[in-house]
């Protein structure tokens, strides 16, 4: 074997060929994803993550999501920004995947850069790929227009964020969607672009309102602002996964019940949430996946509309809202809530492969003399073996429980495992047994401090 490590081998002639060397597999990334419908704490578990991470990344989704992280008793909000920069030291990496409202995205950092210890040099770590879709502001009114539509048409919407998440992936699928790429490439052609695909829209809701020459002179600021940030994001993720030993980070936005392959479709969300969107979030290939962390909330939110098996609405529901403080980041509509429903976590981890989990908001729960626990589903009384495809199924199923009792004590001081009271150990314990997944933190409380990392 040479030293490079190509092989030559002696063929039967005599003559030697050369083998393809073997490239080393380079750096993994930890990625961090939401196991329910979204909230779950991502942005917690991420901002603990970042604080030695050298890169933090977001591969989907767009400003639907709303990660909250407090730290310093300071709450800040990120919706498009990977939460990993708060860490002063880290490159944030905005992937492909993801849809870029532009003025959404300097006013969310600008809103966070004066908070606490602000985001320092946030314009210089930042880098955006120059395959990225960009979210316009008719994206965002045909989202309220099409939302309008569903209710008088169906009786029903889907509880969209309307900030344009559908209408710009669809248009990415349409393939008249338009990119950082094309921003940075021509302004006059990419204007001629932006009015033709605003004039389709126009033509298909002729009530809507566009103010083009308006939404073109602040993309032209925009523009001026991103130039500096753009890469071509797939050499820039290879040369961090293949240069010097890196920490990076992925952070999923929304969950694996609103993705749009195997959430609960319609009311899903327009991206791969799933472990799939790292890859072709960010482009990189899956053996650079290393740790898969699954974050679970201790019992069940849902933000809009949608099945939700084990809602609760009632005083146990309206307890978990309230404790909780289940009001969403990003539309301020109230949450959800129901028991932990593990039928759905088992599923979010068939396709996910979690390697661990962080178990979020067990606090919440102090409070109960008893708390439930989906084990399984029943349909028309009988036992059905996979979390249901049809909608119309998962609104029939009668939830299996399994209860366990409380532990009515106050666990927002919790440091350690040995800490918790013994039914909190015990809901732990039965969690990770009934998952076959360790948990590998417990949330305690909003603070950075209050995460319990067990191994
Ligand atoms: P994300 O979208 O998954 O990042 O989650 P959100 O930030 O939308 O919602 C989670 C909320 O719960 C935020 O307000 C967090 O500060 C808060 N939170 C996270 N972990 C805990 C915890 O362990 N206990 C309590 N009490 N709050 C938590
Ligand atoms: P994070 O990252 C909770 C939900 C919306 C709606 C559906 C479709 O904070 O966990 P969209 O605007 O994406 O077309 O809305 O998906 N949804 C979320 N719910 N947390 C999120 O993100 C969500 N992102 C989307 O409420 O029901
Ligand atoms: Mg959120």
Redesign the pocket.
Known sequence: MSESGSQEAANESGSSTKQASIPPVGNKVTVVL?SQ????G??KVVDLLAQDADMVCRCQ??N????TVVVDSVEYDFHLLPSGIINPKATAFIGNGVVIHLPGLFEEAEKNAHKGKGLTDWEKRLIISDRAHIVFDFHQAV?GVQEQQRQEQAGKN??????G??PVYSAKAARSGLRICDLLADFTQFSERYKALANQYKSMYPTLEIDIEGELAKLKECMEKIKPMVRDGVHFMYEALHGPPKKILVE????AL?DIDFGTYP????SN?TVGGVCTGLGMPPQNVGDVYGVVKAYT??????AFPSEQNNDIGELLQSRGKEV????G?K?RCGWLDLVLIKYAHMINGFTAVALTKLDILDVLPEIKVGVAYKVNKQEIPHFPANQEVLQLVEVQYVTLPGWESDTSAARSFDELPENAQKYVRFIEEHLGVPVKWIGVGQSRESMIQLF
Do not use: P
């Open positions: 939401g419908w979204g909230d779950e991502k942005g989704g767009g639907n999501a709303g990660h989202d889907l509880g969209t964020t309307k900030k998440i559908g999923g936005a929304n969950a609103l009311f899903v969300t327009s949430c939110t849902r933000v809009g509309i949608g969403g980041v990003t539309t509509r949450r």
